[in-house]
Each structure stands twice: as structure tokens, then as C-alpha cells.
């Protein structure tokens, strides 16, 4: 029976990650994985092909209708859907083998198989009809998410299909109906509308991107129509006909009162995600869960069961790869008796559409429900030179900063390189920095990055190129 200072169940970006750490701490350290390959939903099935057919379908879109007024003459691109699809999988590759590096790099044995705990200390590995029972000092459970599914509609991954389908679509679909307006939903939306897609969003709020900032959301969602996009925001879908050569869709506004039928070649349901926790023998072997399905964790990961831990998408929090990666490393400390640590406070959050959205800390509506006092500072890409010349003015930066101390509380970006933008901000919010910190700190020009130097003026009203 071999024996571990840690068992790791799954091996996303908080498992995989969280072994890495470990072993760097010296710990002797294996991984679970139930499925073929290493890297979980995240470099499978979710964050990493999906930006490959964000950039891949960006380029499209780009080479059709902005080539030419820079002065590049090309012909009308032509789409090959299975060429860009190898495009995608060879990026899914090149990661996975990556993960598959970093496990012998570190000396991490992978065990292939579905891991069920069975108590403090043991955890069972079966596959193929056999099983083995591995004794472990710690336990970590990192087994993620699954998709959130609508009742009385089946998911076949061919016409009605979640993220996991969305991404392999052997041909692009006529009319794209997409139930959520969340991230997911969007950034798939707008890969499949560039391609040529008529895409219709439905969503049971009157808002898009719940838990983003409301100003941010409304600007966007003004874009997305610009591109195309239409939303059907308050209503529900309650049923999908599948027995035509079309899907015939029944949506109701949330409220209540008349059904319509929508017509549409594929459905797309992103209604969010879902802990998952099947087979783990959690109930069995005395793990606690709350209301929602998610395991119960004290503030040092520490479920009800003496050893065992969980990250990630399995416990509160949002489901973000970067959150669990932080979690991982922070697990792993704690359990080599140092002390882990993640600051929720500043957890970004991307929207890699064109253009990307991220944000970090507060919004506004959070800080009014919490009757916090701030200040507002905000610089359009309009005024910024490096937009300007490249043509890409869409959006803007907005700083909120606490109107006593001057402390940054929030900062919310809509425009070209967002995602890549807003990491200055939780490096100044991590050290407790100001506006005032922020509008003083040279920026290089031109840079796009220089609009949020503009927004840290603003918020003592006195920006400079506004």
C-alpha cells in the first residue's frame, strides 16, 4: 500500500498546482485524475480553448473588416472551421502536456481513476473494474465544477449543448440561442457571431454580466448589440422542441404572461456551474456540505473531517481557475505548517469578449448597500493616445476609492487588453494603495495602461487629457 503526505482529487489548476506547491515543500504528493488527460475542465473543456477560438475568431473578424483601413489588402477570408479547430486542440495539447511535465518535474505520482475517500487518511483509486486504497497523511479535495443544467431540457452536446459542446461545433450554427448572459455565455456568443452566427441571448435578470458592475454591464451590453448581438433580458426558456429540423424554443418573461417561440439551430444553455462532488463518498466518510452542494471549509481549507481540505470550485466563492490556484498554494502551506493566505478582497475577474471587461474589488452597488462613502474617477479610451491611433476607443476605466481615505476600493475596465490591464490595480490594492499612489506612478506612452493613471486623476478631479 504506497503511502503520501498528500492526495490531491483532481487535477485542475487548484489540484495540479496545489501538488506542485506541496512538493516543493517537501512533501511526498499524488494526484487523482479520473479523466484521460491532466488540467481539468479548465485546459480541456473551458478557459483555454475557449480563448483559442476567441483570438482565432477575432483574427477572422479582424481580417474581414479592419485590415483595410490600415492599409492591408487581403481577400475575403475564407472560414475553415475543422483547421481552426486543430488550432484549438493543439493549444489544449501543449498545455496538457505541460501539467503532465510539471507532475514529473516534481516528482508527483498520477493516479488514474476515480478517488473516493473512504476517512481520515484513505483514499480509494478505482478504474477499469479494479481499485487500490492509498494512505495519505492530508487530503485535498479539488474536483471543480460540472455544468449547471435546466430542467426538463436534456444537454445532448449536438443541438442543445453546454460550454463543453459550444467549443466543437462541427459547423457554424444559423441561429445561436445562448440561455444566460453571464461570462460564459457572452464569450461564446461572440466567437460563434464572428464566425457568422445570428446569436440571441436570453436571461432571467434584466441585466447582463450579473455581479459586475452595473455601468460597466449596461456600456457593454450597448456594444455586444453594436456587433450584432440580441438579448431577451427578464425572460426564462421552460421548454425546447427538438423534433423539427429546427429547435423551436418556448421563452416567458420571468414575471409572467405570454410565451413566444423562438426558432434556432443550436441551443446553448450557460446558466452557471455546479460543484462537483459524485463519487467522492463525502456523506459516507462524514464531509460536511452546505445548502448549495458545496464542501464546508473553515478559514484554512479544513473540511469537517480531521485531514481533509478542499479548494476551488467545489467551495465557495467564484469559480475562477486563478481563485483556486491561489487556494492550492495557500492549502499546501498551511498543511506544511506555514501560513497560506488568499485575499478575496482582490480576485480579478475577466470577460475576454472584444472588448474585455475585467474588474476587481467593489462595484458601485456594493458599496452603496455596504454605505460606504467613495469617490468616482473614471477616463475614456477616446482621450487616450495609443486607442486613438490604433482606432480601438471602446470603454473606459473606472476607479472607486474610499472618499475618507483615499484607499482603492474597486477598479472596473471595458476595452481592447483589459484583462491584461487590471493587474497593476490588485498589485496597488493588495498594498493597501490609493488613487493618490496610482495618479502618481509613471506610466510609459503610449500605453493604453495610461487611461487608468488618467481614472486615479480623475478621482481627485483632475485628470489631465479629459
Known amino acids: 500500500m504506497a503511502t503520501y503526505d498528500l492526495v490531491v482529487i483532481g487535477t485542475g489548476p487548484g489540484g495540479y498546482v496545489c501538488a506542485v506547491r506541496a512538493s ?151 441561429k445561436l440561442l445562448i440561455v444566460g448572459a453571464g461570462v460564459i455565455g457572452l464569450e461564446l456568443g461572440s466567437v460563434w457571431k464572428r464566425l457568422g452566427a445570428e446569436v440571441v441571448v436570453v436571461e432571467f435578470l434584466d441585466r447582463i454580466l450579473p455581479g459586475m458592475d452595473g455601468e460597466i454591464a449596461k456600456q457593454f451590453q450597448r456594444m455586444l448589440e453594436k456587433q450584432g448581438f440580441a438579448f431577451k433580458l427578464g425572460a426564462k426558456v421552460t421548454a425546447v ?66 485531514g481533509v481540505y478542499a479548494i476551488g470550485d467545489v467551495v465557495a466563492g467564484p469559480m475562477l481557475a486563478h481563485k483556486a490556484e491561489d487556494e492550492g498554494v495557500a492549502v499546501a502551506e498551511i498543511i506544511a505548517g506555514q501560513a497560506g493566505h488568499v485575499n478575496y478582497d482582490v480576485i480579478p475577474g475577466v470577460v475576454y469578449t472584444t472588448p474585455e471587461v475585467s474588474a476587481v474589488g467593489k462595484t458601485e452597488e456594493e458599496l452603496k448597500q455596504a454605505g460606504v462613502t467613495y469617490t468616482v474617477g473614471k477616463f475614456p479610451f477616446t482621450a487616450n493616445g495609443r486607442s486613438k491611433v490604433n482606432q480601438t476607443t471602446d470603454g473606459f476605466v473606472k476607479i472607486l476609492a474610499d472618499a475618507k481615505t483615499d484607499r482603492v476600493l474597486g477598479v472596473h475596465i471595458i476595452g481592447r487588453e483589459a484583462g491584461e490591464m487590471i493587474h497593476e490595480a490588485c498589485v496597488l490594492m493588495e498594498f493597501g494603495g490609493s488613487a493618490e499612489d496610482l495618479a502618481r506612478t509613471c506610466h510609459a506612452h503610449p500605453t493604453r495602461s495610461e487611461a487608468i493613471k488618467e481614472a486615479a486623476l480623475a478621482v481627485g478631479k483632475r485628470a489631465i487629457h479629459m
Open 24 to 174: 516543493q515543500l517537501g512533501m511526498k504528493v499524488a494526484v487523482v485524475e479520473k479523466n484521460a488527460t491532466l488540467g481539468g475542465t479548465c485546459l480541456n473543456v473551458g478557459c483555454m480553448p475557449s480563448k483559442a477560438l476567441l483570438h482565432a475568431s477575432e483574427m477572422f473578424e479582424e481580417a474581414a473588416h479592419s485590415f483595410a483601413k490600415m492599409g492591408v489588402s487581403v481577400s475575403t477570408p475564407k472560414l475553415e472551421l475543422p483547421a481552426m479547430m486543430n488550432f484549438k486542440q493543439q493549444g489544449i495539447d501543449g498545455n496538457v502536456k505541460g501539467v503532465e511535465f510539471l507532475m514529473k518535474k516534481n516528482k508527483i505520482d498520477v493516479l488514474k481513476g476515480t478517488g473516493k475517500i473512504l476517512g481520515t487518511g484513505k483514499v480509494e483509486v478505482s478504474a477499469d473494474g479494479k481499485s487500490q486504497v492509498i494512505e495519505t497523511k492530508n487530503i485535498v479535495i479539488a474536483t471543480g465544477s460540472d455544468i449547471a443544467r435546466l430542467k426538463g431540457i436534456e444537454i445532448d452536446e449536438r443541438r442543445i449543448v453546454s460550454s463543453t459542446g459550444a467549443l466543437s461545433l462541427d459547423k457554424v450554427p444559423g
Open 241 to 306: 422542441d427538438t423534433s423539427g429540423k429546427t429547435l423551436k424554443a418556448t421563452i416567458e418573461p420571468a414575471a409572467g404572461g405570454a410565451a413566444e417561440t423562438l426558432e434556432a439551430d443550436v441551443v446553448l444553455v450557460c446558466i452557471g456551474r455546479v460543484p462537483y462532488t459524485d463519487g467522492l463518498g463525502l456523506k459516507e466518510a462524514g464531509v460536511a456540505l452546505d445548502t448549495r452542494g458545496r464542501v464546508q471549509i473553515d478559514p484554512h481549507f479544513a473540511t469537517s473531517l480531521k
